[in-house]
């Protein structure tokens, strides 16, 4: 059974940083792109940041750009979201998210595209 389990969510003040992180079981993902998505309460889920199977390529969404960074350690089946000067707005759920296929996918942003997904963490700014 394939699981991805988040953690490293929080509650914590506009300026701090929260790690989080995605550990993979069930099968390797490797060879896979990786994701990261958000729901804020009574907002859609949107998506964040994306990672290639090798990390070369990285993608983000531009209301976190130069503050967030996605990293993964393949040997590990691990991914990462490292977030700095966090803002309110960044109050969310956050979901980790595999996709199957090994091909990288031109829109990458759109969760259709990820076929597997975490139960998500909580992450809390306040102001």
């Known amino acids: 059974q394939v699981q991805l389990v988040e953690s490293g969510g929080g509650l914590v003040q506009a300026g701090d940083s929260l790690r989080l992180s995605c550990a993979a079981s069930g099968r390797t993902f490797s060879r896979n792109t990786m994701g990261w998505f958000r729901q804020a309460p009574g907002k859609e889920r949107e998506f964040v940041a994306a990672?290639?199977?090798?990390?070369?390529?990285?993608y983000y969404t531009d209301s976190v750009k130069g503050r967030f960074t996605i990293s993964r350690d393949n040997a590990k089946n691990t991914a990462y979201l490292q977030m700095n000067s966090l803002k309110p707005e960044d109050t969310a759920v956050y979901y980790c998210a595999a996709r199957a296929r090994r091909s990288f996918p031109s829109n990458y942003y759109s969760d259709f595209n990820y076929d597997y997904w975490g139960q998500g963490t909580q992450v809390a700014v306040s102001s």
């Open positions: 990672i290639a199977w090798n990390g070369g390529s990285t």
